[in-house]
């Protein structure tokens, strides 16, 4: 049967990076970056963060892409900021699959290093420590984290595929 | 109410700049590249001309995305290759909307001029010709059809806007 991995973190952790790979390694999956579905808003577009944002029609998009693939016969990677809430919305959603829930983290200095890789309009400076700690503070269980500080993209694939605990 | 826009044409023809330019001329408006939808599928891909291609998922996936958009209020762009019978699909799917089909052509020597523009990795050279030959097979109405060889991408975006032509 089909499962669904929710890939959530702060930006420059590497979750674009981890969910290519993971993809990478189904025999049938697709990948759904959830921000390429925010963009493609163009006309009156409102970032995530601001009012009048378009996060809910966003959420049906999102929702019924990764309904079809599941369906179909596709492992779903979903690759978003995720917050407690939003868990639950998918938790609800698609409660008939296994859902494999991860949560990204990093030591700050690593987070830093990996921020100055990323094409310089995509750099974040200090501004990825603030994400890095609202992350800290949702507070998600320990079953569902990864600390990636000492870990290469493929040992990070292996414990996805490999591990029991981040299915909710 | 919004309206859907089909553009199409061959590779090369200047889609994808159109498209682009046409969301950015709307209030409220959403861009869909059918390329991205399509390659959202890593494991299992297979090219869209090629036997167990995911050419139904992907029609799902785009029918619902489109749908979602136009109910919420957004003029929706999509840019694909879309052959006559596709284009009955749309009709069918969307006959709630106004829907103004764009078949974009331009002359070979043109075509080949853009070819040489686009990135190294996506030039086609002479297998744009055929392309563009295929498309002239369709017989797709004069009323839809527009010969971008001498127009600036702005000329191409008010003709779509402003003529009632391209309705279908």
Redo the contacts between chains.
């Keep these: 049967m089909s499962k669904l991995y929710l890939i959530t973190g702060p930006a420059g952790v590497g979750k674009s990076t981890v969910s ?1 790979e993971l ?10 970056e959830g921000d ?1 579905i925010y963009n ?5 577009y409102v970032y995530p963060w601001e009012e009048g944002n ?1 996060l ?2 966003f959420q ?2 999102c929702n ?2 990764i309904e ?2 599941l369906e ?1 016969g ?2 779903v ?1 979903f690759n978003y900021i995720i917050e407690p809430e939003d868990l639950e919305i998918y938790k609800k959603e698609f409660k008939k699959y296994d859902i494999k829930f991860v949560v990204l983290l990093v030591d700050e200095e690593t987070l830093l290093l990996r921020d100055k890789e990323r094409p310089t309009d995509c750099q974040m400076h200090e501004r990825c420590i603030e994400l890095l700690n609202e992350f800290k503070e949702y507070n998600f269980s320990e079953n569902n984290i990864i600390d990636t500080s000492n870990l290469k993209v493929e040992e990070i694939v292996n414990i996805i595929n490999n591990e029991k605990r981040f299915l909710i």
């Design positions: 290519k993809a990478e390694s189904k025999e049938k999956s697709a990948l759904i390429d493609q808003v163009v006309g009156g378009h809910d029609t049906k998009i019924s892409t079809t693939y179909d596709y492992d990677i």
